[in-house]
């Protein structure tokens, strides 16, 4: 499949060491947060989310911690691995509708 | 549980041609949202049906519609196609209001 986004920020990354990707975000009233992951040719997948009321949420080997006040959003992959390597989209969403808006997204590229 | 399907996968149009692209929801899902993914643009919200009814529009040309079936599965339709209509069209569910939005994998449309 095509690449899609050839030209966003790289995150460069040693295999074992941890990932910290950034994400600002502009709508004060949005009150929940996704991190997603796209691999080459596919679909963007879900990683984790957050709410608002929260500023800190755990998954497997994945933390996304949310700052409300400077509307800073950061997902942290701890022991990357190469199979990590992908482009990473946060994305907003104000009130219950089902429209996300993203962010223009990071690739990380894991180093052997 | 299967993902969320698109079809056709792959296609390339003509200009002025017109084009339906067809999205299936996990199970159980009432709400479907189409995105346009580009280089330039990143991830664009399109639209998002719910019970059939379209819920919310973004930012694009009237020639971008939609529909959703009963069956909650639910179709795009771009007419008289323009060169800078080549991108990557998902569709994403959700089991309604305020839930986790999942993607597929997206249709490539190449206009030429």
């Known amino acids: 499949g095509e690449s899609v986004g050839l030209h966003l920020p790289t995150l460069s990354v040693q295999e074992g060491d941890n990932s910290i990707i950034n994400c600002a975000y502009s709508?004060?009233?949005?009150?929940?947060f996704i991190w997603y992951k796209q691999e080459s040719g596919k679909g963007p997948q879900f990683i984790i989310d957050?709410?608002?009321?929260?500023d800190k949420r755990q998954g497997q080997r994945v933390t996304v911690l949310l700052n409300k006040t400077v509307k800073h959003l950061s997902l942290q992959i701890a022991a990357t691995q190469p199979g990590d390597s992908a482009v990473y989209f946060c994305a907003e969403r104000a009130g219950t509708a089902s429209k996300l808006t993203f962010g223009t997204g990071t690739r990380l590229q894991v180093t052997l | 549980k299967a993902g969320v399907t698109q079809t056709p996968r792959y296609l390339i149009k003509t200009r002025g041609q017109q084009v339906t692209l067809s999205c299936s929801p996990i199970?159980?899902?009432?709400?479907v949202s189409w995105y346009q993914q580009t280089p330039g643009q990143g991830l664009q919200f399109l639209f998002e049906?719910?019970?059939?009814?379209?819920?919310n529009k973004g930012n694009f040309p009237g020639r971008f519609s939609g529909r959703q079936f009963s069956n909650s599965r639910s179709e795009m339709n771009v007419s008289t196609l323009e060169l800078g209509d080549s991108a990557l069209y998902l569709c994403?569910?959700?089991?309604?209001?305020?839930?986790?939005?999942?993607f597929g994998e997206g249709s490539w449309l190449t206009v030429v």
């Open positions: 049906y719910f019970s059939e009814t379209q819920r």
């Open positions: 709508n004060s009233a949005s009150d929940y």
């Open positions: 199970s159980g899902h009432r709400s």
């Open positions: 994403a569910s959700s089991q309604g209001s305020g839930n986790t939005i999942y």
């Open positions: 957050i709410r608002s009321n929260m």
